[in-house]
């Protein structure tokens, strides 16, 4: 069955960086758009960044410079590195596969950021 599977999530201070990890199982994974969204208690999920298939990326303004995504099509893997992270990064991080009329949803990685 397709599986996508995030880690790297924690407790960090601000300022302080993190990389995210989402390896998928199940799926081609090069024809796949692959996103990261975010959700904090109250609040409605956000998309934080998404690379296509050809590599080409996207970011909501409240992270541009400082996250980066990327991925590694040998691994079947996305990364997202979290520089100079902020308390209002405080949220659930969720990875997301997308192609044509099949999405997919990994359960999701705590990021707490707090001092």
């Known amino acids: 069955q397709v599986q996508l599977v995030e880690s790297g999530g924690g407790l960090v201070q601000p300022g302080e960086s993190l990389r995210l990890s989402c390896l998928a199982s199940?799926?081609?994974?090069?024809?796949?758009?692959m996103s990261w969204y975010r959700q904090a208690p109250g609040k409605e999920r956000e998309l934080v960044a998404t690379?296509?298939?050809?590599?080409?990326?996207d970011y909501v303004d409240s992270v541009k410079g400082r996250f980066i995504i990327s991925r590694d099509n040998a691994k079947a893997t996305v990364y997202l590195r979290m520089n100079s992270l902020k308390p209002g990064d405080t949220a659930v991080y969720y990875c997301?596969?997308?192609?044509?009329?099949?999405?997919?949803w990994g359960q999701g990685t705590q990021v707490t950021v707090s001092s």
């Open positions: 199940g799926i081609t994974f090069d024809w796949y758009t």
């Open positions: 997301r596969a997308l192609y044509a009329g099949n999405e997919y």
């Open positions: 690379i296509t298939r050809q590599g080409s990326t």
